[in-house]
C-alpha cells in the first residue's frame, strides 16, 4: 500500500504525566517504471517515478554503472527519475538505484537494461546472382523478433523473422531501408543504403597490334588470329 500517515501516539510515563509526541514515518513503497532497451547511438530516455511520500528525495547509483552515455536527471523534487542521453556501448547492464529522503529513510531497487546494436554490414547484392546475409546484434537477450521498420528492400530479396536477408536480386538502382531486432526490453533500428548493381558479361578481348604502314593506310592484324 502506498500511503504516507503522521500519527499521534500517547506516550506513557511512570515518573511524569502522559504526553503527546507527534513520530513522522515516511514510507517509499513503491518503484514505478522500467528501464526499456536502447540503441546504440539513438536517443534514449526512461523514467522511473516513486510514490509513497511527499517527501524530497535525492537519486544514487549505488552498486553497478549506468550505461555508458547516460545521465540521470531528478525531477519533480525529486520524485522522479530521468536517465536519458546516447548510450555508446552495447550489452547488458544491471544496477541499483537508491532514494534518500529528508529524513534520512532509504530505498534501493536493482534493474536490468539492455543496449543494443546491430553490428551486421552488408555488401552491395548483384542482379541475377543469388545473396544471403544473415543479421546479428549485440546487447540484446532472449528471444528476438527481426523486421523491416521502413523502406524499401531491394526487389527479389526477403527479411525473416531470424534476421535471414535472402534472395535473387531482380533490379538494379540504390535502395534505403531500416531494420529493427525487438526483445522483451525494447527495439533496435539500424538504416541500409544497398546498391544493386547490373552483372557484369565475361568475355575475352581481342588484342590489336600495327603490322606494317602501306602507303595507302595501316593494317591492322588480330593476334588472336595468329595464336
Known amino acids: 500500500v502506498n500511503t504516507y500517515f503522521e500519527p499521534t501516539f500517547q506516550l506513557a510515563n511512570l515518573k511524569a504525566a502522559s504526553a503527546a509526541q507527534k513520530i513522522v514515518i515516511s514510507r517509499l513503497t513503491c518503484f514505478i517504471g522500467s528501464f526499456n532497451a536502447c540503441c546504440v547511438g539513438n536517443s534514449c530516455s526512461n523514467t522511473i517515478v516513486v510514490t509513497g511520500t511527499p517527501r524530497l528525495l535525492t537519486w544514487e547509483v549505488v552498486l553497478g554503472e549506468l550505461p555508458t552515455g547516460l545521465v540521470m536527471t531528478s525531477l519533480n523534487g525529486g520524485m522522479a527519475l530521468q536517465v536519458s542521453g546516447f548510450p ?50 549485440n546487447g540484446g537477450t532472449g528471444d528476438l523478433v527481426w523486421a523491416l521498420a521502413s523502406g524499401t528492400l531491394p526487389t527479389g530479396l526477403a527479411l525473416d523473422e531470424a534476421g535471414l536477408l535472402a534472395g535473387t536480386p531482380t533490379d538494379d538502382g540504390l535502395f534505403i531501408f531500416t531494420v529493427s531486432v525487438t526483445n522483451s526490453g525494447g527495439t533496435c533500428t539500424r538504416e541500409y543504403m544497398l546498391n544493386v548493381a547490373l552483372a557484369c558479361v565475361a568475355f575475352n578481348p581481342l588484342t590489336y597490334t600495327l603490322n606494317n604502314f602501306p602507303s595507302l593506310g595501316v593494317v591492322i592484324r588480330n593476334e588472336a588470329e595468329n595464336g
Request: net charge negative; hydrophobic share 35%.
Open 88 to 137: 555508446d556501448t552495447a550489452g547488458l547492464y544491471t544496477f541499483s538505484l537508491r532514494t534518500t529522503d529528508a529524513v534520512g529513510v532509504t530505498q534501493t531497487k536493482t534493474y536490468t537494461m539492455s543496449i543494443m546494436e546491430i553490428t551486421t554490414t552488408l555488401p552491395d547484392p548483384v542482379v541475377g546472382v543469388a545473396y544471403s546475409q544473415q543479421l546479428e546484434q
